[in-house]
């Protein structure tokens, strides 16, 4: 999983100058406004790191993440034969600022980098296009990694001169400020290294301070288990009721700590026509979400990142944010999830409805269901 891509192919060779030269011409011809070239001995303080994170327990249930840590120590522990990783970033920047979305209660937020198609599959589209002319012109094997490999791409990128790593985590830009997708092409061929990038966050904490969970327990150091990114698309499992009201309208993802980087204020929009927002995941109203079946979810959102989470994670995190928008209009909207198979949606829908309904009403009614209900983690959100 991971590796999408290998090829060689003998052809006459090219200085490696050259050969760089072209790479970044290819790189804004395929759309990569920002593109440089990493050693892969480069980050092997930041693999330490990753390493004390994931002894932290900051990973939470995303076990991947410890099974392949041993592979992330090294590019070369994924592929011996790596000399050179070429990185390459994509804009993203959004229209507008995201936190504005979350002043309007009865509306769900999403994230900016799922409000437009999968970007995995584009990126993966056009690194395929780049390492082929690659291949082709250096005679030199090459394999595309885009997000899902266990390749550390952030620190590759600073070591790439992409930018740095901030206090958030996440690579921030002099000229894009924080949002940017990343892409990496590994290859043998051997190719002139780009200087680092420094550190610009200075004193300034933001992005910490904008944490609406304080996922930060230091700078430079996220802790998933709080992090409402994980919280809404990676857990599987119930919502710890000390984050549900600090979650708000955000069903899927936050963009807070990204948003509150100064950096953004240099921060273009994207000109990358299938990166731009769909209007309806603008704004979209909590009611009509609530109202998708399971058939009606996929084909909504088919070809985005929220598919991936499920009708049933996604009418989970809609029911908190019903909850938080303490608009009794929803009542009749969350309602009927009293009674779907999932105990996941029942025991958010006890939830929502605590926070919707005075307690009388709210014990008329779930009074049936409460008296029918065989899961305990539902009966819990009685208490």
Known sequence: MGQVYIMSISTSNSSAQKLKLFLRQEARNYGFEIYGIANPDAIKEASARFLKAIHAGYHGSMSWLEETAERR??????????????????????????????????????????????????????????????AARAGENVKVFVDTAPVLEKPLAAAAGLGWQGKHTNLVNRDY?????????????????????????????????????????????LDARRCISYLTIELKEQIPREFRPLIGNRIYGCDDCLAACPWNKFAQTTQEIK????????????????????????????????????????IR???????????????????????????????????????????????????????????????????
């Open 73 to 134: 120590k090294s590019p070369k522990d994924l592929w011996p034969d790596v000399k050179s990783i070429i990185m390459l970033a994509m804009n993203y920047g959004p229209e507008i600022d995201p936190r504005k979305t979350l002043a309007f209660k009865n509306c769900a937020a999403i994230s900016v980098y799922a409000r437009h198609r999968d970007y995995h599959e584009l990126i993966k589209g056009r690194l395929k296009q780049i390492a082929g002319r690659l």
């Open 177 to 221: 400020g924080s949002w940017l997708f990343l892409g990496a092409i590994f290859t043998s061929a051997e190719l002139p290294y780009d200087a680092a990038e420094t550190d610009h966050c200075g004193s300034c904490k933001a992005c910490l301070t904008a944490c609406p969970t304080n996922a930060f327990p230091a700078p430079y150091k």
């Open 275 to 314: 990166l731009k927002a769909r209007d309806d995941l603008i704004e979209p109203l909590l009611k009509e979400f609530l109202s998708f079946d399971d058939s009606y979810f996929r084909t909504f959102f088919s070809g985005s990142p929220l598919k991936r989470i499920g009708r049933d994670r996604f």
């Open 317 to 383: 995190n809609c029911l908190i944010a019903a909850g938080n928008s303490k608009d009794a209009t929803l009542v009749p909207f969350v309602l009927p999830h009293l009674k779907v198979n999932n105990p996941l949606v029942r025991g958010m829908a006890v939830w929502a409805l605590k926070q919707l309904l005075p307690a009388n009403e709210f014990l008329i009614a779930t009074d049936n269901m409460r008296k029918a209900e065989g899961s305990i983690t539902v009966l819990r959100e009685f208490q």
